[in-house]
């Protein structure tokens, strides 16, 4: 079906922040704030002020960021526009796009560093940075990608998208909230994040306790067991998704059981930590290397200056 220039599908995603994985503190602030926005209209006339609210949510690949879209979504009762800025032709189309949606709605721009050239050729390694998470390679391959077509075909530009998000505030008259999401936030133009666009900046993280107790309420409908001290542990010494998490709590045959995927988190876990601890090792050697070549470098050029 057609509306406007958007098409709809039924929105039916059964996530809720019930079953989101987080922290129960800032999923309460967060809750709190949404249910703050929508009694807002008084309060956002008083001020003058375009009654909208912006979200950016950031952080690595599985961690929740669509997840926690559709638990807005379902918990405010509203729609979602899901906008493909690289399939937008140009700053006019977006304009317009962005002017078709209705009130009571979450504009979503998902992967928003894949979209535009927001972010500086590539993304910067941080010093510390050795070695990146596989996941995240591949994303920021996907990224390139996806933004060089985006470059390749001229189409939306920062400006035109920032121009379209003020237009779209100053135009709407009912409550709408717009979301970004992104796995390389460092990287992202200001301007574009800045607060008054994206009010609201929210990092999604790897999973903890906390987190992973939702899970297995969810997946294995559990609220306690023997090894949820050595899971514990595990999740503080390591960084695992909730994706990667969910993933093993997931009952695959007939004989499985909360015992057995269990073991098979702490199994999987403590793979991950081995890993990790493998990592580190290497980076140490490579520093230590590096020092040692830098020590006989000075040397070299203390006898040169000798001779
Ligand atoms: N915080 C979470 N709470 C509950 N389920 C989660 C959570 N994070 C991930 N999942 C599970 O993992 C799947 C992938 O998560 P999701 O797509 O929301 O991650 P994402 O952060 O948007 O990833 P990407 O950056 O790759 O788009 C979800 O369908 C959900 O089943």
Same mark, same amino acid.
Request: with cysteine; proline share 2%.
């Given at each position: 079906m057609?509306?406007?220039?958007?098409?709809?599908?039924p929105?039916?995603?059964?996530?809720?922040?019930?079953?989101?994985?987080?922290?129960p503190?800032?999923?309460?602030?967060?809750?709190?704030?949404?249910?703050?926005?929508t009694?807002g209209?008084?309060?956002?006339?008083?001020?003058?002020k375009?009654?909208?609210?912006?979200?950016?949510?950031?952080?690595?690949?599985?961690?929740g960021?669509?997840?926690?879209?559709?638990?807005?979504?379902?918990?405010?009762?509203? $729609? #979602?526009?899901d906008?493909?800025?690289?399939?937008?032709?140009?700053?006019?189309?977006?304009?317009?796009?962005?002017?078709?949606?209705?009130?009571?709605s979450?504009? #979503?721009? *998902?992967?928003? &560093?894949c979209?535009?050239?927001?972010?500086?050729?590539?993304?910067?390694k941080?010093?510390?940075e050795?070695?990146e &998470?596989d996941?995240?390679?591949?994303?920021?391959a *996907?990224?390139?990608?996806?933004?060089?077509?985006?470059?390749?075909?001229?189409? #939306?530009?920062?400006?035109?998208?920032?121009?379209?998000?003020?237009?779209?505030?100053s135009?709407?008259?009912?409550e709408k909230?717009?979301?970004?999401?992104?796995?390389?936030?460092?990287?992202?133009?200001?301007?574009?994040?800045?607060?008054?666009?994206?009010d609201?900046?929210?990092?999604?993280?790897?999973?903890?306790?906390e987190?992973?107790?939702?899970?297995?309420?969810?997946?294995? $409908?559990?609220?306690?067991?023997?090894?949820?001290?050595?899971?514990?542990?595990?999740?503080?010494?390591t960084d695992?998704s909730?994706?990667?998490?969910?993933?093993n709590?997931?009952?695959?045959?007939?004989? $499985?059981n909360?015992?057995?995927?269990?073991?098979?988190?702490?199994?999987?876990?403590e793979?991950?930590?081995?890993k990790?601890?493998?990592?580190?090792?290497?980076?140490?050697?490579?520093?230590?290397?590096?020092?040692?070549?830098?020590?006989?470098l000075?040397?070299?050029?203390?006898?040169?200056?000798?001779?």
């Open positions: 057609r509306e406007g220039r958007w098409s709809t599908v929105f039916n995603h059964p996530a809720t922040f019930e079953t989101l994985a987080m922290d503190e800032k999923k309460e602030s967060i809750k709190k704030d949404l249910i703050k926005f009694k209209k008084d309060y956002y006339n008083k001020i003058g375009a009654w909208k609210r912006g979200y950016l949510l950031y952080g690595p690949p599985g961690t960021k669509s997840t926690i879209i559709s638990a807005m979504a379902n918990f405010l009762n509203y $729609d #979602v526009y906008l493909e800025l690289t399939s937008v032709r140009s700053n006019l189309e977006l304009k317009g796009l962005m002017l078709d949606t209705k009130a009571k979450i504009v #979503v721009i *998902e992967d928003i &560093d979209s535009l050239d927001l972010t500086g050729q590539r993304r910067k941080k010093d510390d050795e070695e &998470d996941e995240l390679k591949k994303k920021e *996907e990224m390139l990608l996806k933004r060089e077509k985006a470059l390749r075909e001229d189409n #939306v530009t920062l400006s035109g998208l920032l121009n379209a998000i003020d237009g779209l505030w135009a709407c008259s009912g909230i717009i979301v970004f999401t992104t796995n390389f936030v460092d990287n992202l133009d200001p301007a574009l994040i800045r607060r008054g666009r994206m609201n900046h929210i990092e999604m993280s790897y999973c903890r306790f987190a992973f107790k939702v899970l297995a309420k969810n997946y294995l $409908d559990i609220e306690s067991h023997d090894l949820y001290g050595e899971i514990e542990r595990l999740l503080e010494e695992m909730p994706a990667d998490v969910a993933e709590l997931m009952l695959k045959s007939d004989e $499985d909360a015992n057995v995927c269990l073991k098979q988190l702490v199994e999987s876990l793979e991950e930590k081995k990790k601890a493998e990592k580190e090792a290497r980076k140490k050697k490579k520093k230590a290397e590096e020092e040692e070549k830098k020590e006989k000075k040397g070299t050029k203390e006898n040169g200056k000798e001779i």
